[in-house]
């Protein structure tokens, strides 16, 4: 089955909870499965949270995620920033494996005035250098995920982050629909269009890997001619993408991605709606 569940904390659970390690507990209340802990601001988890979060996180049988540092840039030319971003990404790793989290989600950064094509060979050179490194440190174990990107001038359209994944057969996609939406300007919103994208990274990357790929989903407001604006809540009408169309090519292909839902504030409640969707499209109920 398809995995549901939120990336950092919501606005009712910082209302009713203190502790990042009790969102476990309370994404159980809504029937949820996964978790995204943030890293974005930097790698700042002591070992204890971290062991706590995991001993959380399995009495309740939620997958764990954690997300990267922002400031990665793996296009970057400078030297002192290629160090930076390789080490954001193994200490993200290493928190990873000391929280039980089995996946970690990179954004590529900005294009920084370069060549699509010659930032995305920096990306992957970079990549690999990370991986043998994780190799060494005995972290091959935790999958990254280059995350599909919102800005049109950011690295990161679907075809780039294929290319990224195929520098290591361990490295899987994170789709972000709404991302991929506002960097469409609203274009890839209907059923046939994202049944074509997602057979796209099924034919380049193997069904194989695909079939439990990580994903991100929110409603997103974009701008005509940048892309991505603001991430914002399922009640914000006049906003996309439409998840029954996205649920539908899911099913239709056979797919059970980790969704993540980065609605603003509303992450809980928005991915149990997801959840809701899909078990009504399955014919499914809860246990």
């Not at 802990?37 to 700042?44: A, E, I, N, P």
């Not at 939620?62 to 400078?78: D, R």
């Not at 994202?194 to 990274?201: A, R």
Request: proline share 2%; aromatic share 10%.
């Amino acid at each position: 089955m398809i995995k549901f569940g939120v990336a950092g904390g919501t606005d009712d659970f910082r209302n009713e909870y203190k502790n990042s390690y009790q969102m476990p507990e309370y994404l159980k209340k809504f029937g949820l499965d996964a978790y995204e802990y943030q890293c974005s601001r930097g790698v700042k988890v002591s070992d204890e949270l971290a062991e706590r979060i995991k001993d959380e996180a399995i009495k309740h049988n939620i997958k764990l995620s954690i997300h990267a540092p922002y400031y990665i840039s793996l296009s970057t030319q400078e030297q002192d920033k290629k160090i930076k971003t390789k080490k954001y990404i193994l200490d993200t790793m290493t928190v990873a494996k000391k929280m039980g989290a089995d996946r970690i989600v990179v954004h590529a950064g900005a294009l920084l005035g370069l060549e699509r094509s010659f930032a995305v060979e920096s990306a992957c050179k970079i990549l690999k250098e990370v991986i043998q490194e994780a190799d060494e440190k005995g972290l091959g174990d935790i999958i990254i995920c280059p995350e599909t990107m919102g800005k049109i001038n950011q690295l990161g359209d679907s075809k780039e982050i294929i290319q990224m994944c195929k520098v290591d057969k361990r490295l899987i996609p994170t789709i972000d629909f709404g991302h991929l939406y506002a960097r469409s300007i609203g274009t890839l919103n209907t059923y046939e269009l994202w049944m074509k994208e997602l057979s796209m990274y099924i034919e380049e990357l193997g069904y194989d890997r695909m079939k439990n790929f990580h994903a991100h989903f929110s409603h997103m407001e974009y701008t005509p001619n940048g892309g991505e604006k603001n991430h914002v809540k399922f009640s914000d009408e006049g906003y996309g993408p439409d998840f029954n169309n996205v649920c539908r090519a899911l099913i239709d292909l056979k797919l059970e991605p980790r969704i993540i839902c980065e609605s603003a504030g509303t992450q809980d409640v928005d991915s149990k709606m997801m959840k809701d969707i899909y078990l009504e499209m399955e014919g499914k109920n809860y246990e």
